[in-house]
């Protein structure tokens, strides 16, 4: 991207050259996306890897894989390979798999991938990558203790990098974070009071229906329409693995740190009735609260459904809703769902001593 010296009303005109043609404007958006990001592990050069590109192009399965991090698509690929009869070994350098995610759901769910025969190793140093007669090794330190691990294939994924290095933003002004990352203000605007940014270009959260929203505003912030900003903190997410991960609003930890108080309570899947009915108990919902206001400011779900599930709590965390409000919601039985509320009135009663559709 360069200045050009003119433009209406004294604004700077940039242009950009796309296929060897120049498009002059006023106003731009800097939505490039993001492209996986690998790691500088000793080796990795002369190692074949996938990354979550790669791997959907694989002609031939493999008998056994192994995964560097425990994040939503490490952890999604690994459960489909193995579920398709690979075996699959995780690394993560963290010291749990998705370690952003509730303590409670993070154990349990890799109780269950563990039950499946996923082999996972937290805590993971990797030292060097090599490959020798078609066979990718590892050289790690788990735990202190030298470790190898060895496959036939080697999935990398650390999460993804910002696709701005090439794009010339610092000739005209946009700074980036050191990871490559768009600063921008509230209103999606750069350093450059005409270049604005939005989606995987900014940072997190990495998810397609993010930066569609944050596009929208961005385009109406750079054209003058409104002033209009994003509440990251009501945006759910969600782990495609089996029992399923979704959460919103902030976890036990995140909300104590910053407002020094905090009350959660936990309600396994095995105490919602249709869970036992459709016999898939695995699970649990925990409940985040703000213990003067009572209002639902966090819900984690493990669940088959917690994709699903997870919508009726983005409404309560957006609109702030308390306890007793979700609890004087009357709500479909037997449905998965009922197991918000039940988390809800985990606050008021004993959920283990409780009959059906008690309010």
Known sequence: MKSTPQGAGNQPLQGIEVGGERIIGERFIIATGSSPR?????????????????????????KSLIVLG?????????????????????????????????????????????EEGIDIHTRVEVNSLREENVMKTVEATVDGEKMTFTAEEGLIAVGVRANTATLGLEQVGVALEQNGDVIIDERFKTS?????????????????????????????????AESATIDHNVISHAVFTS??????????EAYASVYN?????????????????INDTRGLIKMTIDPNTMRIVGVHILAPLAAEMIHEAVLAVKNEMTIDQLIDTVHIFP???????????????????????VE
């Open 335 to 357: 449905t998965l769902s009922e197991g918000i509320k039940m988390a809800a009135q985990a606050f008021r009663r004993d959920i283990t001593k409780m009959s059906c559709c």
């Open 261 to 277: 108080v905090c009350a959660c309570r936990s309600v396994e899947m095995r105490y919602v009735p249709k869970a036992r009915a």
């Open 243 to 252: 029992p399923q991960v979704a959460s919103v609003g902030m976890t036990e």
């Open 192 to 224: 450059a009071d005409h270049i604005y940014a939005a989606g995987d270009a900014i940072g997190p959260p990495h998810l397609e229906t993010v930066a569609a929203k944050e596009g929208h505003i961005a385009a109406l912030n750079a054209l003058g």
């Open 70 to 114: 425990a994040g939503p698509l490490g952890l999604e690929f690994a459960q489909i390979f193995s579920r398709f009869g690979t075996k699959v070994t995780v690394l993560t350098h963290g010291e749990r798999i998705l370690s952003h995610e509730e303590p409670e759901i993070s154990i349990a769910l890799a109780g269950y991938l563990e």
């Open 38 to 62: 690998v790691p500088q592990f000793p080796g990795i050069d002369e190692v074949g890897y996938l990354t979550n590109r790669e791997v959907l192009s694989l002609t031939e399965l493999p």
